[in-house]
C-alpha cells in the first residue's frame, strides 16, 4: 500500500511557475510508475504528465507539454512537477497517482491504483 500526500499549490498570476511534490510512504516507492492529473470544476478529471518507475521516461499531455516537467527523487519517495508559464486554463485540483503497471505509461485515471487528496492551483490574470 501507498500512501501519497501533495503539496505546493496556491496561487500564481498568469506567467508565472510552481513546483507540485507529491511525498509517498511505503519502501516499495521505486516500483510504481507515478503520474499527475488535474481536475476542474465541472470537468473530468484529466492527464497531465507521467514518469517511469526510474525516471529514464517521461510522457506529456499536450496542453502542457514544453511548460511542465515532471521527475522523481526515489531516495527521497518524492515525485514533482514544476510547472511554468501558467495559464489561466491550468487551474485546477491536481492529484498524483501511482501505478504498479509495466510501460507504457498509462494515462487513463482508472489504471492508477493510488492517488493523492490533491492541491489546488490557482491562476490568477
Known amino acids: 500500500q501507498v500512501q501519497l500526500v501533495e503539496s505546493g499549490g496556491g496561487l500564481v498570476q498568469a506567467g508565472g511557475s510552481l513546483r507540485l511534490s507529491c511525498a509517498a510512504s511505503?519502501?516499495?516507492?521505486?516500483?510504481?510508475?507515478m503520474a499527475w492529473f488535474r481536475q476542474a470544476p465541472g470537468k473530468e478529471r484529466e492527464f497531465v504528465a507521467a514518469?517511469?518507475?526510474?525516471?529514464?521516461?517521461?510522457y506529456y499531455a499536450d496542453s502542457v507539454k514544453g511548460r511542465f516537467t515532471i521527475s522523481r527523487d526515489n531516495a527521497k519517495n518524492t515525485v514533482y512537477l514544476q510547472m511554468n508559464n501558467l495559464k489561466p486554463e491550468d487551474a485546477a485540483v491536481y492529484y498524483c497517482?501511482?501505478?504498479?503497471?509495466?510501460?507504457?505509461?498509462?494515462?487513463?485515471?482508472?489504471?492508477?491504483?493510488?492517488w493523492g487528496q490533491g492541491t489546488q492551483v490557482t491562476v490568477s490574470s
Open positions: 511505503g519502501r516499495t516507492f521505486s516500483r510504481y510508475a
Open positions: 497517482a501511482a501505478d504498479l503497471g509495466a510501460l507504457p505509461l498509462p494515462t487513463t485515471p482508472i489504471a492508477y491504483d493510488y
Open positions: 514518469v517511469s518507475t526510474a525516471g529514464g521516461n517521461t
